[in-house]
């Protein structure tokens, strides 16, 4: 869920408004996004992939939301990992971050065969 701005770090491009699939974000005061409706976000990271300047952090949990220290997230080296990992925009001919999301279609492939070997055996 998404749970922090950082207002020092972001542009004001509003690429995060633009993206957000269940418009969780208004744009407040020099268009800084505010988290206006936090309990409809899906933490898909949309946000996070598009938000060049790393002002974004989503947390894990989709459930419910998280307090989260801002100075910790900051340090921590979190603000800027999805784009990292999913090799977008600077990182996309970085090859010390692979991702393993883009393996999605083969993981599910492997799942339908499974399933399928399931299907015609037969019951014990």
Not at 31 to 55: G, H, K, V, W
Request: aromatic share 8%; with cysteine.
């Amino acid at each position: 869920m998404i749970e922090l701005v950082i207002a020092s770090r972001c542009t004001g491009c509003g690429d995060c408004v633009s993206v957000c699939p269940t418009h969780v974000f208004d744009l407040g005061a020099d268009n800084i996004p505010l988290i206006a409706r936090q309990e409809d976000c899906q933490t898909c990271f949309m946000c996070e992939l598009y938000c060049q300047a790393d002002a974004l952090y989503v947390g894990p949990d989709h459930d419910r939301a998280v307090p989260v220290d801002a100075d910790e997230i900051i340090n921590s080296g979190l603000l800027g990992q999805y784009r990292r990992d999913s090799g977008w925009d600077e990182w996309a001919n970085n090859t010390e971050y692979t991702s393993q999301f883009w393996r999605m279609t083969q993981i599910m492939n492997g799942g339908r065969e499974v399933s399928a070997t399931r299907k015609n055996k037969p019951a014990a």
